[in-house]
């Protein structure tokens, strides 16, 4: 089999075989439960939009001959798979009432609905015998304010962290792809991509690994690789995780967007040389076939954003989202991805 992904007008993808589910971006996103598919709703406004469109839409599809696609529901979790590759979605609100029971009572209600979320997610990969989780995108409101005396993005990572150690899964090195960014209201929500066989997690020597942050970021580290390597089958996907203006351990380059777009790329480029070191696919990866989703904070700083990152990726598609990121000093934030045909034997 081989793993696709695409975007475009809503109806175009309506009609796409073989859908796995993908995500739609805008303020008027329909709810989740009401997509056809598996699909995240990240409401949040879109920046510089071809022809001002209100919506963008993308998804991930499964090809090759006689792919039977199965769907299902499981703890809130929407997802479908193939015989290789799952992918779902799952939203869950702070005041759910599973969160008042042990062992969750007392604790912050994003952290509580943080752990549960994924505890679900892992208990979903095992019982589908799919337990590589590959990449995941995480969303969730107010990432930089503070309750229960934590910013609410530590709280996200306490929770995500304890999920781990309960489902027994490796909290360092042999962690999935993600980003995690703010919008505006709503639950937390989380999709992702998950797979037979497993990661090849790659880091970048810029920087200190996530899952090593000393304890300044918080009292649990943030549970991600820098990018990730999967074999899909006949494709081999490149998932870059949300990287932005950090050298070390450090935000660099404080309230410059355009120099911290800089940076972001030469992180990503060094990203990209890891990748190729141990890519097994026909050929190499590169920025400029590589899509990218920016993230950037406040609107009038767009056109910057744009202007300054479209030649620096050669061209490459890029998204420009409205939202906040997990440091409130941190003004963009890009993530990408590429999928390519595995070499011949």
């Not at 989780?133 to 503070?146: G, K, M």
């Not at 530590?154 to 962290?161: A, E, K, L, P, S």
């Not at 042999?174 to 703010?182: E, N, T, Y």
């Not at 991600?224 to 932005?244: I, K, M």
């Amino acid at each position: 089999m081989s793993l696709s992904y695409t975007c475009g007008p809503v109806a175009a993808l309506q009609s796409l075989e073989g859908v796995l589910g993908g995500a739609a971006i805008g303020t008027n996103v329909q709810p989740t439960a009401a997509a056809p598919w598996p699909r995240q709703a990240l409401r949040a406004p879109l920046l510089l939009a071809a022809d001002g469109a209100p919506l963008h839409e993308e998804a991930w599809f499964a090809g090759g001959p006689a792919q039977e696609v199965q769907e299902g529901h499981s703890e809130g979790i929407h997802w479908r798979r193939t015989a290789d590759v799952l992918y779902g979605v799952i939203e869950l609100h702070e005041d759910d009432p599973a969160l008042s029971a042990a062992p969750f009572a007392g604790l912050p209600p994003l952290q509580a609905a943080s752990e549960l979320l994924y505890r679900r997610l892992f208990r979903l990969l095992q019982a589908q015998a799919l337990p590589q989780l590959w990449r995941v995108w995480n969303y969730l409101a107010r990432i930089n304010e503070s309750s229960h005396g934590l910013e609410r993005y530590r709280q996200f990572n306490f929770g995500r962290h304890q999920a781990l150690l309960a489902a027994q899964r490796d909290t360092g090195r042999q962690l999935p792809a993600a980003c995690a960014i703010g919008v505006e209201d709503g639950p937390l929500s989380v999709a992702f991509l998950a797979g037979r066989t497993p990661l090849r997690p790659l880091e970048n020597p810029r920087q200190v690994s996530a899952w090593q942050y000393p304890t300044q970021y918080g009292p649990r580290a943030p549970s991600f690789s820098r990018a990730a390597l999967a074999d899909v089958g006949h494709t081999e996907a490149l998932f870059v995780s949300g990287t932005a203006s950090i050298v070390g351990h450090e935000t660099v380059h404080l309230g410059d967007v355009a120099a911290q777009c800089e940076e972001t790329v030469r992180n990503i480029q060094c990203l990209v040389e890891q990748a190729n070191r141990q890519a097994r696919s026909a050929q190499p990866f590169s920025l400029a076939g590589l899509s990218h989703r920016a993230y950037v904070r406040h609107a009038e700083h767009a056109r910057t954003v744009h202007d300054t990152l479209q030649p620096l990726l050669g061209g490459a598609p890029l998204v420009c989202v409205l939202s906040d990121i997990c440091r409130a000093d941190l003004l963009v934030e890009v993530e990408s991805q590429a999928l390519h045909p595995m070499a011949s034997a």
